[in-house]
């Protein structure tokens, strides 16, 4: 029989830096389940996002091409978006949706919550597929991000990975959990049987 593994123990917990709400670091002293102690463990807090894979109702997925400053580069993207404290994810999703891509989709399924970083946090990414998305208003993001939508095909989508289109490494999970279909449908499995 396998031993169950345990969580560590947060014994003090001190805030280094406060740049609400985007960012918070703190400074933790652990206790390790073995009784070791670790005086200076950091956590980095930053708000929850949304990341979606949306497809119109020619099939086509919405794609957003923009600058983004921690890549240093133009990227594609899937519409994505910061939640606000307390905010549901799939409300986050639709709010960000509409906001990114002037669309809406009535076809949301929930393929599950991942942190993004594994000792340190950050932030957890809420995942979202929706289909049959139809254009309803006028993008208004509200925001410092300047983007261009995109309709892509799956083919499009596959050769853009191949140009080195994608920056970030959430574009690149949420790609492989749509066009794999046993990925697909695990993830929706796991995500309404939490």
């Not at 991942?114 to 309803?136: D, E, I, L, P, S």
């Amino acid at each position: 029989m396998t031993e169950e593994l345990k969580p560590w123990t947060v014994l003090d917990r001190r805030i280094l830096l406060d740049a609400s709400p985007f960012l918070r670091v703190h400074e933790e002293t652990i206790e390790l389940p073995d009784g070791r102690r670790i005086e200076s463990f950091y956590q980095v807090d930053q708000n929850d996002f949304v990341l979606m894979f949306v497809e119109d109702e020619a099939g086509r997925s919405l794609m957003l091409r923009q600058y983004k400053h921690g890549a240093r580069r133009v990227s594609l993207t899937f519409p994505a978006g910061m939640m606000a404290p307390g905010e549901d994810p799939l409300a986050a999703a639709k709010r960000e949706l509409l906001e990114e891509t002037g669309y809406e989709a009535a076809d949301w399924t929930a393929f599950g919550s991942y942190v993004m970083q594994g000792n340190h946090r950050g932030c957890a990414c809420h995942m979202f597929h929706a289909r049959g998305a139809r254009k309803v208003a006028e993008a208004d993001s509200g925001d410092l991000e300047e983007m261009r939508l995109e309709l892509l095909t799956r083919a499009e989508l596959i050769e853009a990975a191949a140009a080195g289109d994608y920056a970030f490494l959430p574009m690149i999970a949420m790609l492989g959990a749509v066009l794999l279909p046993e990925l697909r449908e695990s993830l929706a499995r796991s995500a309404s049987n939490p």
